[in-house]
């Protein structure tokens, strides 16, 4: 098994506009997580949700009791420096989720009283800069911040990201009834970003459609209840009705 998608819980507390992922409070257990790891013996495993962090008792214990390569896709709202030494520790490599410079990220990615999160997640990649981590940002792109994406570029370089992964927006729950963005915006912000030795994901190369790189049958998603699915975090939550053939069960339905 190539890569293993734990979505360590449901639960977040961001109100992203295009979210697919927030769906309940729940919260894998240990158990579950274990049975999954032993069953696919996996290489590589990425801590998703729903946020992650909020789980992070969990996403702790994985990374203590198994030799896998760990990931992390966080919104960064919830790091701080206790976390980032011990992350480092275990060797998890961390993503931040940010979409655009503040105002426009804010209204993308607000907090679920409505208040904008950019500046703490702004101050999070300021720590992971200052402990000089090597980590990611994963940039949804939407008609909304397309215009926005150079300005993207020099202020991620500037807060120490070493990669960046553009996705484009999938037309699923949230979004359903978003536009696509148009993948010029795309283009040139990777032209531009040569200046910088930042990595990129090749999105271009990808198709737009649903069918993903996870499709190839080398990733499993697992949900917190322990469901799985031969599928991305995309296709299982919100495509799984047309696609029933990718779940096969629950973990805990074996021992
Ligand atoms: S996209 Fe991620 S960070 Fe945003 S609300 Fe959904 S689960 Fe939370």
């Known amino acids: 098994m190539k890569l293993l998608y734990l979505a360590v819980t449901n639960d977040c507390n961001l109100r992203c506009i295009y979210c697919y992922a927030r769906k309940g409070k729940d919260y894998m257990k240990f158990s579950t997580a ?53 992350m480092l520790d275990l060797g998890i490599s961390i993503a931040v989720s940010i979409d655009a410079p503040s105002l426009v990220n804010d209204m993308l990615r607000p907090y679920a009283n409505g208040e904008g ?21 994963t940039c949804v792109v939407t008609p909304y911040n397309q215009r926005y994406l150079k300005e993207f570029v020099d202020l991620v370089y500037a807060f120490g990201a070493r990669s960046i992964s553009f996705d484009i927006v999938k037309q ?33 190369k990808e198709s737009l459609s649903l069918e993903c790189a996870a499709m190839n049958g080398k990733a499993v998603f697992v949900t917190p209840l322990g469901k799985e699915y031969f599928t991305c975090p995309t296709l299982a939550y919100s495509k799984i009705e047309k696609c029933p053939r990718l779940c096969y069960g629950y973990v805990n339905d074996r021992t």
Request: charged share 35%; aromatic share 10%.
């Open 172 to 204: 699923v729950g949230k979004a359903k009834k978003m536009p696509l963005p148009d993948i010029k915006y795309v283009k040139e912000a990777i032209d531009y970003a040569k200046r910088y030795r930042l990595r990129f994901r090749n999105i271009l």
């Open 117 to 137: 999160s950019t500046r703490d997640v702004l101050k999070a990649m300021m720590l992971l800069k200052s402990y000089n981590v090597d980590y990611g940002v």
């Open 34 to 86: 274990k049975k999954v790891i032993e069953k696919y013996d996996c290489a590589k495993v990425q801590f998703t949700g729903g946020e992650p962090l909020l789980n992070y008792k969990l996403v702790k214990k994985l990374a203590e009791n198994y030799e896998c390569n760990f990931a992390i896709q966080t919104n960064a709202t919830l790091l701080d420096e206790e976390k980032i030494e011990e």
